[in-house]
């Protein structure tokens, strides 16, 4: 029977005997998976965007839209008046309003699109964390190397 982890989250890059592979290469592959990812995701995110548009084609007063901040991409519920204003269906005031007149069958569809819209966005924002943090310590890395050398 193996003990506990020490961390909460085993790490991701494992090597041989040892709890962690440190390799600049491993990182960097580890990276460019992890970059990989998110691009996949952001296509994911599109298409459920595309199809969302095919399946009520205007008809609601809101819909899903990609909105790109400084920590990722993410897909959000709209009102399709003129103002930028995003919303979520749970816990929010215009999402209740947005939910209240729609029929049951209605109900069910924008469910399932909320569950992928939750699904995309937490597995994009995992992704894009790891990528810019692997990102950051190689740099570091890089640049205590270089410092390395000039000492």
């Not at 989250?9 to 998976?33: A, I, N, S």
């Not at 205007?58 to 819909?63: M, Q, V």
């Not at 209240?100 to 995992?126: G, T």
Request: charged content about 30%.
């Amino acid at each position: 029977m193996q003990g506990a982890p020490k961390r909460p989250f085993p790490l991701p890059f494992k090597g041989k005997g040892d709890d962690c592979d440190w390799r600049m290469k491993t990182l960097r592959r580890r990276l460019e998976v992890t970059q990989a990812m998110c691009g996949e995701i952001e296509r994911d995110m599109r298409q459920l965007i595309h199809h969302f548009e095919q399946t009520f084609r205007s008809t609601l007063p809101a819909y899903l839209a990609l909105h790109n901040t400084g920590n990722g991409r993410y897909v959000r519920w709209r009102i399709s008046d003129r103002r930028q204003r995003y919303f979520t269906l749970c816990h929010n005031e215009t999402g209740e309003q947005f939910l209240q007149p729609l029929s049951p069958s209605v109900k069910r569809v924008i469910f399932d699109f909320e569950q992928q819209r939750l699904q995309l966005n937490l597995l994009h924002a995992l992704y894009h964390f790891e990528a810019k943090t692997l990102g950051r310590f190689l740099s570091d890395r890089k640049a205590l190397t270089a410092l390395r050398r000039g000492a």
